[in-house]
T-cell receptor, first 115, second 114 residues
């Protein structure tokens, strides 16, 4: 069964460092997302990406965050200068071409720990 | 603003019984509602989608109901098994979004005891 893959599974970084989280969505999917989940809290939306541009972003997704799909397969989330409060599980998700009916396929997540 | 509420208390039941989880929402009328399962440290896994014009949906031992008047969905697992132990998340499309964005509830943790 096709799946969304994410790397790294766990990253520890110092506050102020840049982090790049990588995702390979399911190949024929058209919509891509990043969500995050702080320990013990809800899964919360960060950003959606379609047709090589951001289609929507949350208020969490400030100037420190960026996404890109550099080569048509990888989908990356960059945090430019990490803060302690960025510590969370980051989930990549993808969706087929049908917005109104689609289930989100999530990856297993990248756990980010900022010290 | 849109709000989704799930019972934050863990639900403990005996194997073989039916588990019933509740999702309530306020301040909008979603076109559909989804349920996901999440195991500790792992990503959510889609289980079922029910549309606003559907009262009930079934998939194997799972059943979901959707009452748009009460603004509530119930999620049932019949003949529960210890392997059903997980956190179950309710999710709805963001009211003003046309991007597939979902808003998740905080989840209810189910523990099925053998």
């Amino acid at each position: 069964e096709p799946e969304v893959t994410q790397t790294p599974s766990h990253q520890v970084t110092q506050m102020g460092q840049e982090v790049i989280l990588r995702c390979v969505p399911i190949s024929n999917h058209l919509y891509f997302y990043w969500y995050r989940q702080i320990l013990g809290q809800k899964v919360e939306f960060l950003v959606s990406f379609y047709n090589n541009e951001i289609s929507e972003k949350s208020e969490i997704f400030d100037d420190q965050f960026s996404v890109e799909r550099p080569d048509g397969s990888n989908f990356t989330l960059k945090i430019r200068s990490t803060k302690l409060e960025d510590s969370a599980m980051y989930f990549c998700a993808s969706l087929t071409g049908s917005l109104g009916t689609g289930e989100l396929f999530f990856g297993e997540g990248s756990r980010l720990t900022v010290l | 603003s849109q709000k989704i509420e799930q019972n934050s208390e863990a639900l403990n039941i005996q194997e073989g019984k039916t588990a019933t989880l509740t999702c309530n929402y306020t301040n909008y009328s979603p076109a559909y509602l989804q349920w996901y399962r999440q195991d500790p440290g792992r990503g959510p896994v889609f289980l079922l989608l029910i549309r606003e014009n559907e009262k009930e949906k079934r998939k194997e031992r799972l059943k979901v109901t959707f009452d748009t008047t009460l603004k509530q969905s119930l999620f049932h697992i019949t003949a529960s098994q210890p392997a059903d132990s997980a956190t179950y998340l309710c999710a709805l499309p963001h009211g003003s979004s046309n991007t597939g964005k979902l808003i998740f509830g905080q989840g209810t943790t189910l523990q099925v005891k053998p």
